[in-house]
């Protein structure tokens, strides 16, 4: 396996039930994301992990929780999800410079498309 | 407040007619500016990183450029396997780890 991979491809899940995304990095980086991707909307970020710890969190509605237990795995937890969360969640990976900051690119999976019924 | 925009939205060409998309934004203490090539159903892929001004990079039949304001993404003689969406993303000093993309712009090259 080489890059990033997201599993599963498609999901479809009713409003109360609770499933998981999974994404894992062969590259060696240090910090992933989690990205929404809506239609007509510009790619929004959601989480990021660096070293494992999480870095921001951007203003994300509690039942979309994050999970990093290692530099190369990242899980997002979902829970009572409303149809309008309908979108590509695609999880990027990059490698953060030794004095801070990210100007290394960003590196995506294919992504999940999900769908809330 | 921050922007990045894209023009045009959509662009279509024909097999070998020159053109260039557009990425304008208005952020401050610019760190990076990146472009992506995204295909239907796929997560989007890394073409280049701009750092400063004046700066040029070239792969294929593309070449990026960047001024204080802007970067343009010239597609030189394209073929129908170059279209797809392409994106621009800023990272700036005041944006910790967050990367701010532009709605994209969808290029379609009929043969």
């Known amino acids: 396996e080489t890059g990033v991979t997201q599993t599963p491809r498609h999901l479809v899940m009713g409003m109360t039930n609770k499933k998981s995304l999974k994404c894992e990095q062969h590259?060696?980086?240090?910090?992933m994301y989690w990205y929404k991707q809506s239609a007509k909307k510009p790619l929004e970020l959601m989480f990021v992990?660096?070293?494992?710890?999480?870095?921001e969190n951007n203003s994300v509605p509690s039942r979309f929780s994050p999970e990093c237990p290692n530099s190369s795995h990242l899980f997002l937890h979902l829970h009572t999800l409303q149809p309008e969360d309908s979108a590509l969640y695609l999880c990027?990976?990059?490698?953060?410079?030794?004095?801070?900051?990210?100007?290394?690119?960003?590196?995506f999976g294919n992504g999940t498309r999900l769908t809330v019924t | 407040e921050d922007q990045v925009t894209q023009s045009p939205e959509a662009l279509r060409l024909q097999e070998g007619e020159s053109s260039s998309l557009n990425c304008s934004y208005t952020?401050?203490?610019?760190?990076?500016l990146f472009w992506y090539r995204q295909d239907p159903g796929k997560g989007p892929e890394f073409l280049f990183t701009?750092?400063?001004a004046g700066e040029e990079k070239e792969k294929e039949r593309l070449k990026a450029t960047l001024t204080k304001k802007e970067s343009f993404l010239h597609i030189t003689a394209p073929k129908p396997e170059d279209s797809a969406t392409y994106l621009c993303?800023?990272?700036?000093?005041?944006?910790?780890?967050?990367?701010?993309f532009g709605p994209g712009t969808r290029l379609s090259v009929l043969p």
């Open positions: 993303a800023v990272q700036a000093a005041n944006y910790g780890q967050n990367f701010v």
């Open positions: 952020v401050s203490g610019l760190r990076g």
């Open positions: 990027a990976s990059s490698q953060e410079g030794l004095l801070g900051g990210i100007e290394a690119p960003l590196h």
């Open positions: 992990y660096n070293f494992k710890e999480q870095t």
């Open positions: 701009l750092y400063s």
């Open positions: 590259l060696g980086h240090n910090a």
